[in-house]
């Protein structure tokens, strides 16, 4: 089975401080992609990366950059924290195949901002 | 741009129905198009996931069809179970190079025992 993981459930962190967000999967997948979702507003694409070292925007980049220095691994960096990024944050991680590229999910961070 | 909707927004059904979850987009030239399950607090679990040169994916109780060209697809859910209580998403990813999918609201669901 595929499996991505996520370093924390669960996150407080204050107005102004760095924050990273680790997520690893174990299937070789070439892609992954952060999100983050928040109700009314589902889910939004923030930055993703088709191989290491390469990255991409997505729809919601401002104020996050992420980092992608082994295949397996996806860090997403909010630089100085603020209350609207309080939000549930998803990553997932696909095969780049013509084929076969079903999206797999971590089981989220929810990260609040005070 | 690409615009997901799925309608309705929420869904309240007796156990052993059988029911339908709607997604409508707005451009057709899509790649495939997945489905996927939340339960509340949780990450997004795979359900079902279809090309676009394929017209409909079982698994289980769990049919998907998909009409490009309408650009609709439909979640069929047969003899519901309180279990099946979640909400639902669809997404698209589009044609060409593109990677990233673009999801719709979602559709919650709950199933009365």
């Known amino acids: 089975d595929v499996k991505v993981t996520q370093s924390s459930r669960y996150l407080v962190k204050r107005t102004g401080e760095k924050v990273f967000l680790e997520c690893v999967q174990d299937m070789d997948h070439e892609n992954m992609f952060w999100y983050r979702q928040d109700p009314g507003l589902g889910l939004r694409l923030i930055y993703f990366?088709?191989?290491?070292?390469?990255?991409e925007k997505g729809d919601i980049p401002e104020g996050y950059s992420v980092s992608r220095e082994k295949k397996e691994r996806f860090s997403l960096i909010l630089e100085s924290a603020s209350t609207n990024q309080t939000s549930m944050y998803l990553c997932?991680?696909?095969?780049?195949?013509?084929?076969?590229?079903?999206?797999?999910f971590g089981p989220g961070t929810r990260l609040t901002v005070t | 741009k690409q615009e997901v909707t799925q309608i309705p927004a929420a869904l309240s059904v007796p156990e052993g129905e059988n029911l339908v979850l709607n997604c409508s987009f707005t451009d057709s030239a899509i790649y495939n198009l997945q489905w996927f399950r939340q339960d509340p607090g949780k990450g997004l679990t795979s359900l079902l996931l279809i090309q676009s040169s394929q017209r409909e994916q079982t698994s289980g109780r769990l049919n998907a069809s998909l009409d490009k060209s309408s650009g609709r697809s439909t979640l069929y859910i047969a003899a519901s179970q309180p279990g099946d209580s979640a909400t639902y998403l669809c997404?698209?990813?589009?044609?060409?190079?593109?990677?990233?999918?673009?999801f719709g609201s979602g559709t919650q669901l709950t199933v009365l025992p």
């Open positions: 990366s088709y191989d290491v070292k390469m990255k």
């Open positions: 997932a991680s696909s095969w780049d195949s013509a084929r076969v590229d079903e999206q797999y």
């Open positions: 997404a698209v990813r589009p044609s060409g190079s593109a990677r990233q999918l673009t």
